[in-house]
């Protein structure tokens, strides 16, 4: 298995951006593609964003695609959101998660290692 704590969260106004980091535990994390997801007060946990294993291909859901960008740097175990041109509708509390499959995978279930969730609050 794979411990994941994301860090890097906190609040900042809109227009502004944050960077958002997951450390992964193991020596095993290059064989995890790895996603972004957030979930705000009363909402279902979305997609944000999803790299492969090997960091060459990137997927982003339409709200944040322009915005945001996911790297990883497998060397030190640690994946990436970098966050521009942020929203109020962004706030949320993000959550980084890793999954075996090569496919690209969007839903929760498809993920089966999380990390705690970072929060995310951005003001008007």
């Known amino acids: 298995q794979v411990q994941l704590v994301e860090s890097g969260g906190g609040l900042v106004q809109a227009g502004g951006s944050l960077r958002l980091s997951c450390a992964a535990s193991?020596?095993?994390?290059?064989?995890?593609?790895m996603g972004w997801f957030r979930q705000a007060p009363g909402k279902e946990r979305d997609f944000v964003a999803r790299?492969?294993?090997?960091?060459?291909?990137?997927y982003y859901a339409d709200s944040v695609k322009g915005r945001f960008t996911i790297s990883r740097d497998n060397a030190k175990n640690t994946v990436y959101l970098q966050m521009n041109s942020l929203k109020p509708e962004d706030t949320a509390l993000y959550y980084c998660?890793?999954?075996?499959?090569?496919?690209?995978?969007?839903?929760?279930?498809?993920?089966?290692?999380w990390g705690q969730g970072t929060q995310v609050t951005v003001s008007s």
């Open positions: 998660a890793a999954t075996t499959r090569t496919a690209w995978a969007t839903r929760s279930y498809e993920y089966p290692y």
């Open positions: 193991g020596r095993t994390f290059s064989s995890y593609a």
């Open positions: 790299i492969n294993r090997s960091g060459g291909s990137t």
